[in-house]
């Protein structure tokens, strides 16, 4: 008898330890699918290692695609953790320097031409593969190349949307330039995505615009969610409410440490960082009472060409306020 009720007892504690084992594992699963809010570089250009492990373990992809090779920064990164391997650049001088540096890496197919053709020509040879792009081959001073423009992205994304029977996560650099009227709009280029799949989530992680499938179950975080917010209402301002705006901004105020450590890096690691940046981390610092800080963001680094909406008005009053109260005391 008392062996029977031990054995029996052994059993329900068994059926306990595995149900937490999986709840354990499910809590697990669900908090490593969150894309966070980074500053994704190495330096002004290449993609760090670090970044690009994460994207793998988020999205699993088997092919990395870049547009514009230059030095070969990103693609010496990505030939680390991906099984194959595209590069496309337009100048023949960069193209046969990166491609003889980086010789033995034997994963790694270099491409000489104008992005949209090479990139049609690689994705007509691919069928259900997930696919990681990363849309950087554009003007960049000095020495780069200059197709017809200085960003070919659009192009890049319509000819993305002619082959719809890959799965695709796409990344594009260097976002701050879309103010510029050499470059489009950040409202052409999500419109451009929306037309390879309508669906897809589109996040703002600082000057990286990443874009990728609900299918994928990767969940932004808090902080990255609530700055694609506070970007994006500028161009869709039909698609949020100013409520939810400053919702999502007061998110950003209340940044933990690690994400204002990343938003100082997106203010003072670029060349002619965007006003959002300033923006954000200002919020950040309105919040922790960082009164130098905080009205040099307001008052000198949000440039009203960038930005323009009466709420600045309102976080700056609110910034000299406090400044105000503190310097009474
Ligand atoms: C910002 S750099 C690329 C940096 C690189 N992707 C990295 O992560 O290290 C841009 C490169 O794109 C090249 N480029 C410019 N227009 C291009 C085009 N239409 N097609 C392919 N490459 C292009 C430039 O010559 C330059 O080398």
Same mark, same amino acid.
């Given at each position: 008898?008392? +062996?029977?009720?031990?054995? %029996?007892?052994? &059993?329900?504690?068994?059926?306990?330890?595995?149900?937490?084992?999986?709840?354990?594992?499910?809590?697990?699963?669900?908090?490593?699918?969150?894309?966070?809010?980074?500053?994704?570089?190495?330096?002004?250009?290449?993609?760090?290692?670090?970044?690009?492990?994460?994207?793998?373990?988020?999205?699993? @992809?088997? *092919?990395?695609? #870049?547009?514009?090779? !230059? !030095?070969?920064?990103?693609?010496?990164? $990505?030939?680390?953790?991906? @099984?194959? *391997? +595209?590069?496309?650049?337009?100048?023949?001088?960069?193209?046969?320097?990166?491609?003889?540096?980086?010789?033995?890496?034997?994963?790694?197919?270099? +491409?000489?031409?104008?992005?949209?053709? %090479?990139?049609?020509?690689?994705?007509?040879?691919?069928?259900?593969?997930?696919?990681?792009?990363?849309?950087?081959? +554009?003007?960049?001073?000095? $020495?780069?190349?200059?197709?017809?423009? #200085?960003?070919?992205?659009?192009?890049?994304?319509? *000819?993305?949307?002619?082959?719809?029977?890959?799965?695709?996560?796409?990344? &594009?650099?260097?976002?701050?330039?879309?103010?510029?009227?050499?470059?489009?709009?950040?409202?052409?280029?999500?419109?451009? /995505?929306?037309?390879?799949?309508?669906?897809?989530?589109?996040? %703002?992680?600082?000057?990286?615009? /990443? $874009?990728?499938? @609900?299918?994928?179950?990767?969940?932004?975080?808090? %902080?990255?969610?609530?700055?694609? /917010?506070?970007?994006?209402? $500028?161009?869709?301002?039909?698609?949020?409410?100013?409520?939810?705006?400053?919702?999502?901004?007061?998110? &950003?105020?209340?940044?933990?440490?690690?994400?204002?450590?990343?938003?100082?890096?997106?203010?003072?690691?670029? !060349?002619?960082?965007?006003?959002?940046?300033?923006?954000?981390?200002?919020?950040?610092?309105?919040?922790?009472? /960082?009164?130098?800080?905080?009205?040099?963001?307001?008052?000198?680094?949000?440039?009203?060409?960038?930005?323009?909406?009466?709420?600045?008005?309102?976080?700056?009053?609110?910034?000299?306020?406090?400044?105000?109260?503190?310097?009474?005391?």
């Amino acid at each position: 008898m008392i +062996h029977t009720l031990i054995k %029996i007892n052994f &059993i329900k504690s068994l059926k306990k330890i595995s149900l937490l084992i999986v709840l354990i594992q499910s809590l697990n699963a669900s908090t490593s699918l969150v894309l966070p809010f980074t500053w994704m570089k190495d330096n002004q250009y290449c993609l760090s290692i670090k970044s690009l492990k994460k994207l793998n373990d988020l999205f699993n @992809p088997n *092919v990395f695609i #870049e547009t514009g090779t !230059y !030095y070969g920064g990103t693609t010496e990164n $990505a030939s680390l953790i991906f @099984p194959v *391997v +595209h590069t496309i650049e337009l100048d023949k001088k960069i193209y046969l320097n990166t491609k003889n540096r980086l010789s033995l890496k034997k994963n790694i197919s270099f +491409h000489l031409g104008d992005s949209p053709a %090479i990139l049609d020509k690689i994705l007509n040879n691919f069928s259900n593969q997930r696919i990681l792009l990363w849309l950087d081959g +554009h003007f960049s001073g000095g $020495a780069t190349a200059m197709s017809s423009k #200085e960003t070919p992205v659009i192009e890049e994304l319509n *000819v993305i949307s002619k082959y719809p029977q890959n799965e695709y996560i796409i990344l &594009i650099d260097d976002i701050r330039e879309c103010h510029r009227k050499e470059w489009p709009s950040l409202r052409e280029i999500v419109i451009a /995505i929306r037309k390879i799949n309508m669906s897809y989530r589109i996040t %703002i992680s600082g000057d990286t615009l /990443i $874009a990728f499938s @609900p299918t994928t179950k990767v969940q932004p975080s808090e %902080i990255l969610n609530a700055c694609s /917010i506070s970007r994006l209402f $500028a161009e869709f301002p039909e698609e949020f409410n100013l409520d939810q705006v400053l919702e999502a901004e007061k998110t &950003i105020s209340k940044a933990p440490p690690e994400d204002v450590a990343e938003l100082w890096e997106l203010c003072n690691n670029l !060349y002619s960082p965007s006003s959002y940046y300033f923006l954000w981390y200002g919020l950040t610092q309105i919040e922790s009472k /960082i009164y130098l800080s905080q009205n040099e963001c307001f008052l000198y680094k949000i440039d009203p060409r960038q930005i323009n909406h009466p709420r600045i008005q309102k976080y700056l009053s609110q910034a000299l306020i406090r400044n105000q109260s503190y310097s009474d005391k």
